[in-house]
Nanobody, 119 residues
Framework: VQLQACGGGLVQPGGSLRLSCVAS????????MGWYRQAPGKQRELVAT???????TYADSVKGRFTISRDNAKSPVYLQMNNLKPEDTAVYYC??????????????WGQGTQVTVSS
């Protein structure tokens, strides 16, 4: 089982990006999922979470600009980032609870995807 985060890149301030977190392997379903980020010299911080039922939470710094979403319990989890600011520059990671076909559930982390906001 793997989680793969993708969609990062270089964008100008005010621009948008959409990150995707895709699960692969022998997966029955996905539980609560989240996006985190880590800027250089800083600790990893929570950006947004979404439960299997679609309930979302956001860090205050991204409320109104970022949207976490998913279509169903097996679909990718997305992070739509609008009105990006230089302070959003970081490596973004997804994580989540994966209910495996065999072996119960486990928390997984995806590899990071770099988001750089700069003019």
């Amino acid at each position: 089982v793997q989680l793969q985060a993708c969609g990062g890149g270089l964008v100008q301030p005010g621009g948008s990006l959409r990150l995707s977190c895709v699960a692969s392997g022998s997966i029955f379903s996905l539980g609560a999922m989240g996006w985190y980020r880590q800027a250089p010299g800083k600790q990893r911080e929570l950006v947004a979470t979404i439960t299997s039922g679609g309930t979302t939470t956001y860090a205050d710094s991204v409320k109104g600009r970022f949207t976490i979403s998913r279509d169903n319990a097996k679909s990718p989890v997305y992070l739509q980032m609008n009105n990006l600011k230089p302070e959003d520059t970081a490596v973004y990671y997804c994580n989540g609870v994966v209910f495996k076909v065999i072996g119960g559930s486990q928390l997984y982390w995806g590899q990071g995807t770099q988001v750089t906001v700069s003019s």
